[in-house]
């Protein structure tokens, strides 16, 4: 297949490819369609070469995550079915995320079964993809992967988009309790910021100034809490630090050292922490899908801690109530 940059010869490819997708014809892409083996060091990371050779795999299923509206629907990566994280991936009325049943529903929807090869991509960096990710495997999916680099590097490389949704065969998936091993709540953080777990890392993601309180949240963003800082004892380390200038993730030898510095080495259990769980999502990523470590993302964040009473706070910047 042509990589041409040219966006709208992309679209137009995407859209011939699409249909064929959908007639459940085999497309030649240069590469033979099964699924062939993703990076063996990575298997959780799928290349962009990787997933444009396999788009009419049977067994490769792809989910566009992206907040920005309207992008799905003016092109995505052919056979991509459109999961929208503030629906599909939480519950649309606790501060929860989405209900066992409801995300079995959308699975199967998705054409996914027990044996499917996932693969999550997304703007914003591919926060969102990680998110999913956590959600797939807290819910028992084996093999479910992330395109490096998401849905910018996808677009900036020419490759193929479609405006067409697929219509996949139902899937058999059957999702497994919810895995808590993979989450930490309120009263686990607790325990490390009052030094009754020791043990426990806590990595918080933010830039440097939410992690200081010198500011509540980035310019934009709607979710705040009442108090600014971080939890007592989290180590700051961005998100940022972790993804190359495109937006694909540094080698894993570049990633120990950059938490090792911090004290992040494998040798005791982590807990990462953002805003609203979606930065973290992808810090959890890295350490738990890549580095191999033990790992639990608190998905309710800085909007929950920071909005909860008695609860200790470091706060370095000396912001209150949006006040230096």
């Not at 050779?53 to 992008?71: F, H, Q, W, Y």
């Not at 049943?101 to 999550?120: H, M, N, Q, W, Y």
């Not at 259990?269 to 973290?280: F, H, Q």
Request: aromatic fraction near 10%.
């Amino acid at each position: 297949m042509s990589t041409s940059t040219h966006p709208r010869r992309g679209v137009v490819r995407g859209v011939l490819l699409g249909a064929a997708v959908l007639a459940g014809s085999m497309v030649s892409l240069g590469t033979a369609a099964p699924v062939q083996a993703a990076k063996a060091s990575t298997p959780n990371i799928v290349e962009t070469s990787w997933l444009e050779a396999n788009l009419t795999a049977p067994k490769v299923r792809i989910i566009e995550v992206s907040t920005d509206p309207g992008v799905y629907e003016r092109g995505h990566i052919p056979g991509a079915v459109n999961f929208r994280w503030h629906t599909d991936f939480v519950d649309p009325v606790n501060r929860d995320i989405v209900q066992r049943k409801r995300f079995e529903e959308l699975v199967r929807a998705a054409g996914i079964s027990a044996d499917s090869t996932v693969v999550l991509y997304g703007d914003k960096n591919n926060w969102f993809a990680a998110w999913g990710v956590w959600i797939f495997k807290t819910y028992g999916a084996k093999d479910v992967r992330i395109l490096n680099g998401g849905r910018d590097k996808w677009v900036k490389e020419g490759r193929a988009l479609t405006p067409i949704v697929p219509a996949p065969a139902k899937g058999t998936f059957v999702a497994t309790a919810a895995d808590t091993t993979l989450r930490a709540f309120l009263p686990d953080v607790l325990k490390v910021a009052r030094k009754q777990d020791k043990a426990t890392k806590l990595v918080d993601i933010r830039s440097a100034d939410e992690f200081s309180g010198k500011i509540f949240a980035p310019a934009g963003f709607q979710e705040l809490a009442i108090r600014a800082g971080h939890v007592p004892g989290a180590r700051n380390v961005p998100w940022g630090t972790a993804v190359n200038s495109d937006g694909t993730f540094k080698s894993i030898e570049e990633l120990r050292r950059i938490y090792a510095a911090q004290g992040i080495d494998g040798k005791a259990p982590v807990i990462t922490y953002c805003r609203i769980g979606e930065r973290a999502a992808h810090t959890w990523f890295v350490l738990s899908q890549i580095l191999g470590y033990e790992v639990k993302l608190y998905d309710g964040s800085w909007t929950e801690y920071g909005n909860s009473v008695g609860v200790p706070i470091e706060n370095p910047a000396g912001t209150v109530w949006g006040k230096g």
